[in-house]
C-alpha cells in the first residue's frame, strides 16, 4: 500500500508540473524584458527565442496550426527588427572589425528570415514533414548566431 501513496504522490507532482510549466513558458519571454537598461536586441531576441521554443515543441508532433502561424510571424517580425539593430558583443570589437562582425550578424538574420518564410510556405501548404525539417535547420542558424554573438 505504501508503493501505491507514493506512486500517487509522484503522479500528482507530475501533474501539477505539467498543468504550471506552460504558465512559465508564456511569461518567459517577458520575465526579463522589463529590464530598462537593456538594448533592443535584447527584447528583439526574447520574443524570437519564446516563439522558437513553442514552434520546436509543436514540430516535435508534425503538429502545426493557425498558432504555428502566429509564431512564425512573430519570429519574421522580430528578426526584421533585429536586422537593424546594435549588438553589445559588435559594439565593444575594435573598430576594424566591427563592420566585418555587422555584415555576418546581418546575413546570419537574413538566412534565419529566408528559412521563416520557408517554413512559413510549408505550414500554410500544409507540407508538416518539410515545416519540421526547416525548423531543425532554423535551430541550426540559431545556435550558430549564438555562438558568435552572445557572449558566454
Do not use: C
Not at 516563439?51 to 522580430?78: C, G, H, P
Not at 550578424?105 to 507540407?127: P, S, V, Y
Amino acid at each position: 500500500m505504501k508503493t501505491f501513496a507514493m506512486n500517487r504522490r509522484a503522479w500528482m507532482i507530475m501533474m501539477a508540473a505539467t498543468l504550471v510549466a506552460p504558465l512559465g513558458l508564456v511569461s518567459q519571454s517577458t520575465a526579463r524584458g522589463a529590464d530598462k537598461d537593456d538594448p533592443p536586441i535584447v527584447k528583439f531576441m526574447e520574443e524570437i527565442n519564446g516563439a522558437y521554443k513553442l514552434l520546436r515543441r509543436t514540430a516535435r508532433r508534425k503538429n502545426f496550426d493557425e498558432e504555428s502561424q502566429k509564431q512564425v510571424s512573430t519570429m519574421i517580425e522580430y528578426s526584421k527588427k533585429a536586422h537593424d539593430a546594435k549588438v553589445p558583443m559588435i559594439e565593444k570589437m575594435p573598430e576594424a572589425k566591427r563592420e566585418a562582425a555587422y555584415k555576418e550578424f546581418k546575413a546570419l538574420l537574413e538566412k534565419q528570415i529566408k528559412t521563416l518564410g520557408e517554413i512559413l510556405a510549408a505550414i500554410k501548404g500544409g507540407d508538416n514533414d518539410k515545416a519540421a525539417q526547416l525548423i531543425d535547420d532554423l535551430g541550426g542558424i540559431k545556435k550558430d548566431g549564438h555562438d558568435k554573438f552572445v557572449p558566454a
